[in-house]
């Protein structure tokens, strides 16, 4: 299932997991996309299996960038996971037990961590101020 991982008018960015599958369909879908009116730029990163594309603000192909992604997608049962799906965010995280994968239970303990710092950074400084306020005011 292809999806979209960012989007900002004039630019789009999807994964498009086909590309590393099937890695002789990049050239045909990146010319099917940029032959699309208002379409202006392709990059298509076959590694990352992502497809970068830049359009005219002033109309709207997205449309046309996901018929043209979807349609060189195989049919169910010769090595695709369906046609025509697209989808606005990407795939779940996890595993089927509804466990987290090693490398998104590192980040989330990496941005807990951060988290418990910044706010334990506040505390102490707010406690800091307060304890010099004390002090300076008990000097008078």
Known sequence: MAYCVHHVP??????VPQLQRDPASAGEIEKKVLAL???IHVEVN?????MIVHYDTGAN????????ITANRPVNGAGGDGVGNVSIAPPR???AN???SNGH???SRFVGQAIGQAIFSTI????LDRSLISILTGLR
């Open 10 to 15: 004039g630019r789009v960015r999807f994964k």
């Open 37 to 39: 009116d208002d379409v």
């Open 46 to 50: 076959q590694r990352a299996w992502s």
């Open 61 to 68: 192909p997205l449309d046309g960038i996901i018929e043209q």
């Open 93 to 95: 995280a996890g595993r």
């Open 98 to 100: 509804g466990q987290q």
């Open 105 to 107: 239970h590192e980040m």
């Open 124 to 127: 102490a400084q707010r406690t």
